[in-house]
């Protein structure tokens, strides 16, 4: 049930849950599997909206790209099963070099790296959203960066995982300040196989062969299960970059001008990717903060201490403490000290040294509520988060206008 709070009522519709609840129905009655016509449509309809609400030159910018992340790692952990098999039976320099080429590969896949192998995979077109508001020849810029597309399920999802781990090790997640490594055994597995091959070592290499071969059927899994609703991820984070549409439009920033970004991300960031490739030059470090806003309809709002796919990178402490300075004046509690070992689309102003963020939510069991599973639906978002990502991110805009970050 979606109630609004009197302040809500009385004043700023932006902030009007019902409303919110209305974008997330439209928005999920688009299946948004990377680069298909469902995704091109949630972009032109959220191109649309934000014109509606007064963003200006909002438009759509088209990536190429492989856009899946099953098919580079899984042919890599193809290539575990296949030299661990090898090294099974003795070693072979050959199979060794070759898994360590595929290790290598899969590392390289992993946001914020080249990733060379999905270069030469069949490529598929993607869109990115960008709308903009202030004063377009301003010094500083505000990029607010979302992503309109929807993640494929797979049984690594499943909820009851982690509800298990609660029932059978309670202490889990009290002392768990990460989540789960979910893509290391692609790189584990033939760097294993590859050690193995090259030693004659038959354990190593029956552990790459049978580590790779558990990541490729769970990778298939993926691969072989339908797209969800993706209300939580990430419409919940393209409802903000709508919400702050109506507010900016309706009171302008006068010295920072502010970027909506919205991009094709669940094929490993690869949408980001490709804005930083094409925007990152006219945005100079010294006068750009980025926050990514994903996955904001869980039960506790929270900003990532840091994250990445292999190691973690902390978040700069002057755009954590200035986004712990304004929750504390909002009255909002952040759920603290978590950190990421997957993506969100903040990796890439991480790794290129810009003062930066990401704005994230979570259960009780520091997870993303529904993540990744069919009930992500709107029904099942809580309101109240969301509501409280938009007044943050609001106030983090007028922060920023008013003074940058000396």
């Known amino acids: 049930m979606i109630t609004d709070t009197a302040s809500e009522a009385a004043g ?13 129905d439209e928005l999920c009655g688009f299946t948004r599997e990377t680069a298909s016509d469902g995704e091109r449509a949630a972009a032109n309809w959220l191109r649309d ?8 030159e909002a438009r759509i910018e088209e990536h190429g790209g492989h856009q899946t992340y ?8 193809g290539v575990g099963v296949f030299a661990g098999v090898r090294a099974i039976r003795g070693r072979s320099l050959g199979a060794a070099a070759l898994a360590a080429a595929a290790a290598w590969a899969a590392a390289d896949e992993l946001p914020p790296r080249r990733r060379r192998l999905r270069a030469a995979l069949p490529g598929r077109t993607a869109t990115n959203v960008i ?15 979302a992503h309109h597309d929807a993640a494929h399920s797979g049984l690594v999802f499943d909820p009851a995982i982690p509800s298990t781990i609660e029932r059978l090790a309670p202490w889990f997640f009290k002392v768990a300040d990460t989540s789960p490594p979910l893509l290391w055994p692609a790189v584990i597995g033939p760097a294993l196989a590859a050690a193995g091959a090259a030693t004659g070592g038959r354990g190593l290499g029956r552990a790459g062969a049978l580590l790779s071969a ?3 059927a769970a990778i298939a899994n993926i691969a072989a299960s339908p797209v969800v609703p993706g209300a939580n991820d990430n419409g919940t984070g393209v409802v903000v970059l709508i919400a702050l549409a109506r507010a900016l439009a309706r009171c ?4 920072v001008r502010v970027m909506l970004v919205s991009t094709a991300e669940e094929g490993l960031c690869e949408g980001m990717r490709a804005f930083a490739d094409r925007h990152f030059d006219e945005l100079p470090t010294s006068d750009t903060f980025f926050l990514a806003i994903d996955t904001v309809g869980s039960p506790h709002l929270l900003v990532l201490r840091g994250e990445g796919m292999l190691g973690i990178s902390e978040y700069p402490a002057r755009s954590l403490e200035l986004l712990d300075r304004l929750s504390d004046e909002l009255g909002i509690w952040l759920f603290p000290n978590l950190r990421l070992r997957n ?33 992500d639906l709107p029904e099942n978002v809580d309101y109240r988060t969301l509501v409280d990502a938009i007044r943050l991110v609001e106030a983090l805009a007028r922060q920023l206008d008013d003074r940058w970050l000396d």
């Open 214 to 216: 558990a990541f490729a």
């Open 252 to 255: 302008p920033t006068e010295s």
């Open 131 to 145: 709308a903009s508001l202030g004063p377009p020849q301003a010094k500083r810029t505000l990029v607010l960066v």
């Open 343 to 375: 993506a969100t689309d903040g990796v890439y102003p991480l790794a290129t040294g810009y003062q930066c963020a990401s704005l994230c939510s979570c259960t009780a069991l520091k997870q993303p509520a529904n993540y990744h599973w069919p009930t």
């Open 49 to 56: 909206r934000l014109a509606a609400e007064g963003a200006g």
């Open 12 to 24: 700023a519709d932006y902030l009007d849950r019902r409303w919110h609840r209305t974008l997330l």
């Open 70 to 77: 099953w098919w580079p790692l899984g042919l890599a952990a």
